[in-house]
């Protein structure tokens, strides 16, 4: 049976460098990989131009349609593209969008993780600083406490 490994992107150069740390010290051959973006309210709100209050997707089908070909384009450039070759299994991408705010991507990473039943959520810590994440919260902190399954958090010096 091949091990479930669950990992979170974003499009951020933290993000990549924690995917390249676990494909080069992590990864075996046979396990199943399976990347998970969350357009959450807030960024779906930014794309519109409107408040995160304001969330509602079904009046501009286009701007969503937009954020998913946008996250797509990412995961392929800075996930998939480097892919060493003696990988032969393609990773599974999904991409959820989430009503929640930003603050709590982090449970539909737990609850994805538990749906998988993952070996393990693999995911990069960014570093915004002590101010940035007191008020905009830690999505890896949130699953590290919240996560029914192991997780391994990869920080960035």
């Given at each position: 049976?091949?091990?479930?490994?669950?990992?979170?992107?974003?499009?951020?150069?933290d993000s990549q460098k924690s995917w390249d740390w676990m494909i080069?010290?992590?990864?075996?051959?046979?396990?199943?990989?399976?990347?998970?973006?969350?357009?959450?309210?807030?960024?779906?709100?930014?794309?519109?131009?409107?408040?995160?209050?304001?969330?509602?997707?079904?009046?501009?089908?286009?701007?969503?349609?937009?954020?998913?070909?946008?996250?797509?384009?990412?995961?392929?450039?800075?996930?998939?593209?480097?892919?060493?070759?003696?990988?032969?299994?393609?990773?599974?991408?999904?991409?959820?969008?989430?009503?929640?705010?930003?603050?709590?991507?982090?449970?539909?990473?737990?609850?994805?993780?538990?749906?998988?039943?993952?070996?393990?959520?693999l995911m990069g810590s960014h570093n915004k600083g002590p101010v940035?994440?007191?008020?905009?919260?830690?999505?890896?902190?949130?699953?590290?406490?919240?996560?029914?399954?192991?997780?391994?958090?990869?920080?960035?010096?």
């Amino acid at each position: 049976m091949p091990r479930v490994l669950l990992f979170p992107v974003d499009d951020t150069d933290d993000s990549q460098k924690s995917w390249d740390w676990m494909i080069n010290n992590f990864y075996r051959d046979g396990d199943e990989v399976h990347l998970l973006n969350v357009i959450s309210r807030l960024t779906f709100a930014a794309t519109l131009g409107v408040p995160a209050v304001d969330f509602t997707p079904q009046i501009n089908r286009e701007a969503y349609e937009g954020a998913v070909r946008k996250a797509e384009a990412f995961i392929v450039k800075r996930f998939l593209a480097r892919l060493p070759e003696h990988i032969q299994t393609t990773p599974i991408v999904h991409i959820i969008k989430s009503e929640i705010d930003t603050n709590n991507v982090g449970h539909v990473i737990c609850v994805k993780a538990e749906e998988l039943k993952a070996a393990c959520v693999l995911m990069g810590s960014h570093n915004k600083g002590p101010v940035a994440e007191f008020f905009m919260g830690s999505v890896s902190q949130y699953v590290s406490h919240h996560s029914k399954v192991p997780v391994v958090i990869v920080k960035q010096p």
